[in-house]
């Protein structure tokens, strides 16, 4: 078993199920073990690569370890590909297991296992990890699809931070139905409207439905010549990047917009010059096709070029 530091913050990814499950399970760990309520703090890719690591000690999950986390008393629970080695931190990592999953080892570990929660655990792997042979496939998107229709905060706040409250919650039926309805419908409306980036990249327009599982079936069918795929959405104020792949490809493309993720499933958080989904088509396929590098740390500035190039 694991000498875990105390943690100052917990910190966790904000844009799926997978952040939300493994930072509230690792939240009630902390509490078993010091018997103290530690703060929950969840990041999006790009807002979370600029923050700075100012706590002495932390646990974090759902974010790839990297040099910047090899921090004496620092826990990482993650499992995206890393070629770090931790000298100081303390690693809790498994590429074949969610977050979620790994997190509720440890809780297990602790005693704090329950009926519920492994009901809770098991569909949010499977949903996070695209488990499709699994039998609660369909049933595991629904509960992935929660944090994508009502967002992290929203759905902390409606279940008051306690992830049992999430298991067979009503909202799950009206997920069932978009899934039922919305999702054929979307599929054969989006298979129409797929503009082009670059060679081997492709906007997918979307309307209704899941985009996740369009985008997916959208791919495994090869009803496009493109090997990644990206789906753009307003988050806030913000425009937001999802590219997905079957090859690798989609994190090697989202890492050029200083975003991150899985080898097929990444996303990234546009410029704040990028205020509508038509300009971020716009500033996805003139960097997709410059013909030298930018620096990442210059993405603004781009954009504000070219937005004077229009006028």
Known sequence: ???????????????????????????????????????????????????????????????????????QDWLVVDHHVTEVAPKNAHLHHDLNKSAGLLAYELCRQNGLATPALDRLVHLNNVADLFLETDPDFDVAGDYAG??????????????????????????????????????????????????????????VDTLVGNTNSIVHQLLERGATKYTVLVTLFRRSNAIFASFRSRNGEARRVAEKFQGGGHANAAGALLPKSVRTVQDGVDFLRQ???????????NLESLFAGLEVGKK
Not at 12 to 29: C, F, I, P, Y
């Open 1 to 71: 078993m694991l000498t875990l530091p105390k943690p100052e913050v917990i910190i966790t990814h904000e844009s799926d199920l997978d952040g939300l499950v493994a930072g509230l399970l690792l939240q009630r760990l902390a509490q078993k073990i010091y018997g103290d309520s530690v703060p929950l703090q969840a990041y999006h890719y790009n807002f979370w690569k600029q923050r700075d690591l100012r706590e002495r000690a932390a646990w974090v999950t759902d974010f790839t370890f990297e040099p910047r986390l090899d921090r």
């Open 146 to 203: 929660l944090v994508k229709i009502y967002n992290f905060w929203n759905l902390h706040t409606l279940i008051g931070g306690e992830l049992e409250k999430l298991l067979d919650h009503p909202l799950l039926e009206v997920m069932a139905v978009k899934r039922r309805v919305e999702d054929p419908i979307g599929f054969e409306w989006s298979k129409r409207n797929i503009t082009e980036l670059s060679p081997t990249v492709g906007h």
């Open 287 to 297: 960097m997709l096709n410059a013909k030298h590098e930018t620096p990442l740390n």
